[in-house]
């Protein structure tokens, strides 16, 4: 725990050399936060009421009813965002992907979307799929490519870089991350994903590294550069 707090005090230091403050609202009753709070370095102030109205709070009975009825929210237009809580992964996702009063579009992949912030990296990365699909064929891919870009235009980059993960930037056969990868550049190259910039198959180290794509004589607008990552498995 105590190396997983040495960890995330790296981004508030980051966030606080950004904004002159940082601030975080917890439930007073909520210790273990406070302490948390406390720990990455911010200052505990004075209990204080809320504003009324500054939220609505809809009671539910149990944790199905509360994924249910906070899917209802976002489908309605009332809620923006579906946080998880403490409602167990398999009700979070049934509310979810419910044929008739869910939240995926008929039709629709669904898939996982990260973004990370790492100290070393100049900018936030944006990953998918690290999550839901373990591996996926070139259709879901296909969407997961979308489904990147989507999430880094939607945090304000007008050409995202997206680079597809594999283990080598030779196009070989028996690789079906390199041809995939291939395959998608390709779509990119035919402006298949609008004003994005999509290219593969590259390692790791090419993606977030322009010293290794200089070594490896990778020349792509998103080698060293990449916006997002989409992974193979």
């Not at 707090?5 to 980051?14: D, G, N, S």
């Not at 809320?50 to 249910?68: E, Q, W």
């Not at 990365?125 to 939607?154: E, F, H, N, S």
Request: proline share 6%.
């Amino acid at each position: 725990i105590r190396q997983q707090a040495l960890i995330e005090r790296r981004p508030v230091a980051h966030w606080l050399t950004v904004f002159p403050v940082l601030r975080n609202v917890v439930d007073a009753r909520y210790a273990a936060a406070i302490r948390w709070l406390g720990w990455l370095g911010f200052t505990i102030g004075e209990p204080f009421p809320l504003a009324k109205g500054t939220f609505r709070i809809v009671h539910a009975p149990d944790d199905v009813s509360a994924a249910v009825c906070a899917v209802a929210l976002v489908n309605a237009g009332e809620g923006q965002i579906l946080m998880k809580g403490q409602v167990t992964s398999d009700r979070y996702m049934k509310a979810i992907l419910d044929k008739q009063k869910g939240l995926l579009d008929p039709g629709a992949i669904l898939s996982h979307v990260s973004v990370i912030e790492n100290p070393r990296y100049p900018k936030l990365i944006v990953c998918g799929d690290v999550a839901v699909i373990p591996a996926p064929t070139l259709a879901q891919k296909v969407a997961i490519t979308k489904y990147v870009i989507a999430t880094a235009r939607a945090l304000g980059l007008e050409r995202p870089k997206v680079a597809l993960i594999a283990a080598t930037e030779q196009v070989l056969p028996s690789m079906p991350a390199c041809t995939d990868a291939a395959a998608i550049a390709e779509m990119g190259r035919r402006g298949e994903f609008a004003d994005a910039i999509v290219d593969g198959p590259f390692g790791l180290d090419v993606a977030m590294d322009r010293e290794s794509a200089q070594t490896k004589s990778v020349t792509s607008e998103v080698a060293g550069d990449a916006d997002g990552l989409v992974f193979p498995s």
